[in-house]
């Protein structure tokens, strides 16, 4: 959740400005709302399904006959093991199950050292990367398994120290498997980003870019983090850098964030420094190529709740200041 | 006899009118090379720039220091001695710009030609390489003129001035360069993406009537929180109203615009009790906050 005086940002620009508060959510649309559910299995059927979520509260949910989970590769529900922590796509006043993720994580950084000596109880074909995950997730070490690296070398081909890296993979047992890509990795190294292009004449009405979603958030968190944020504002140093050209926005402000693929759309709260992402000089492919690079971070539960796919990684989005 | 000794005068002339054309070309490119080098710091920098990417990403910085060094080197001796060194080395790193330009081009299309760091970023076309083809041939004029050294001040004539202005113009029309600073100049980032410190508004915060008005309320001098929005910073400052009642005085201040506009709010723990006014974007009335915000293309 953001600290109370960042909330409270908004309401203090908006009495200043004589604008209204719109509450944080999904903005009303002809799509039946989608609901996040995160939280911990306690039980599974090959109809039902219970977790429990952060808040110690069971969730119980249908399971329709044709889903399928992710957990490294499509499973059926009842593979999910007990106790694994899986997000939810559910619909009906988040009573039905339609998709299912276990254990899924997001490793996005830039690669600080490779070691192909295999892991430790694993493959011995296995290579140990570390990442540096930005200055607030820290440093991280995942496994690419062997029978996964051809797949990521194919979208990473410059797969060595000080380039990006972005990948989806499982958390199993502590450690970070990466399976798929999630993105075609940038041809520059991670910290020499491209100055964004010159604003010329004319301006759009709203912005239109990519919208990808990662693990720095609590479980159940809707938020998003944002690239342009003032430094000193944010106390995030590196923070103010996007190869596309975004306009400064502060923790608390709200963003109404438009699924161009979905046609959802929801307010979202900028609760974190997206950094990292405004590193990231990509495009997403989910419906045709978007304009221009990442422009927002997504909370787990945001992504799923605008109808993303988790393991798709992306979608092109629309934001405006909610 | 007499018209071709004039008119050998005259080409003489011409020729060495260019001397500080030359030297204005090459100082001009060690500088802004070395400013790409110092503000790209990492190789991958200049990953699309110059003859930097025929060699291996390890000594693209290396290389274009090392181009910066030789330009540096070659100005300095064509003003400080008329030594034919430093006058057929002038014709001879043209004349292999020329060949790496024009191979270049054929090996790399996408790349530009790196002659003034990232402002030649452009793909290597027929005006980059014509200009260095013309570089060449005015080193060759200087070579092949064996007057010393920078050129003689005292005898400036009508001659040397139109020349070197008429190479000097001649040169500018074969820069791609020319067009990337105008553009650069001419479309300014708009507000919501230019950096503006906040000392500069809560300056002017300062010298508003607004803030006048509401001195007093404060309990404090320094913002509880400052943070921006949009072209908008705002001051959060924690206050008390006459009856006794804690509120949060939040002053927003516009960032463009000579009178900026400068809006403040007293809001107490649920609603807001009073709203104030001054000044109005660009010495016009105040807009309402745009819904969405306008961004380059």
Known sequence: MPDPGVDRRRVLAAAALGRNVDPPGPTPGKEEPLHAVAGMVLDVTPHMI?????????????????????????????????????IIQAVRGASVVEKIWGDVTRITGRILSITSE????????????????????????????????????????????????????????????????????????????????????????????????????????????????????????????????????????MLNVHNVCTGRAANVQIVACGCVSGGFCDRCVECGTSPRGRIVELSPASFVELGGDLIKGCFNVRIGLG | MSGSVWGDSVFETIAAAQLPVVVLLLVLGTVAKVVTILKGVEPEGLSQMGPAVLVPERWRARMLLLCAVVELGLAAGLVATSHPLFRWWTVGFFAMSTFVLWELRRRRPDVGCGCFGEMSSAPVGLRSLGRTVVLTVMSVGLAWQDGGGWFPVPDLSWVTIVSALGGLVLIALLSPEIEEVVARIRYRAPCEQR????????????????????????????????????????????????????????????????????KAAVVGANAVIRLDVEGGLEGGAVKPMPETVGVSA
């Not at chain 1, 069971?58 to 899986?86: D, F, H, M, Q, Y």
């Not at chain 1, 990662?214 to 504002?233: H, I, K, N, T, V």
Request: hydrophobic share 35%.
């Open chain 1, 118 to 253: 295999g892991s430790p109880g694993g493959r011995p074909k296995d290579q140990i990367v570390e990442l540096d995950c930005g200055p607030h997730r820290g440093r991280r070490t995942i496994v690419v398994p062997y029978r996964a690296s051809g797949r990521l070398r194919v979208r990473h081909p410059q797969f060595e120290q000080g380039y990006l890296f972005d990948a989806i993979g499982v958390r199993e047992g502590g450690v970070s498997y990466a399976y798929l890509p999630a993105t075609s990795q940038p041809a520059y190294r991670g910290g020499a980003v491209p100055d964004p292009p010159p604003a010329y004449g004319g301006t759009q009405s709203r912005i239109s870019g990519t919208a990808v979603w990662s693990d720095g958030f609590d479980d159940d968190e809707r938020g998003a983090a944002y690239p342009m944020l003032e430094p000193l504002d944010s106390g995030c140093e590196e923070s103010g850098k996007s190869c596309v050209g975004l306009p400064y926005l502060a923790l608390g402000s």
């Open chain 2, 195 to 262: 950096p503006v410190a906040a000392s500069t508004a809560l300056a002017r915060l300062r010298s508003s009537s607004v803030w006048q008005s509401h001195a007093e309320m404060l309990s404090a001098s320094e913002p509880t929180d400052t943070w921006r929005e949009l072209c908008w910073r705002f001051f959060s400052f924690s206050g008390r109203t006459l009856q006794g009642e804690t509120v949060d005085v939040v002053f927003a201040v516009y960032l463009s615009g000579r009178r900026p506009a400068v």
């Open chain 1, 50 to 86: 219970s977790v429990e979520t952060a808040e110690g509260v069971t969730e119980r949910l249908v399971i329709a006959p044709w889903v399928k989970a992710w957990r490294g590769g499509a499973v059926e529900p009842t593979n999910l093991p007990l106790g694994s922590k899986v």
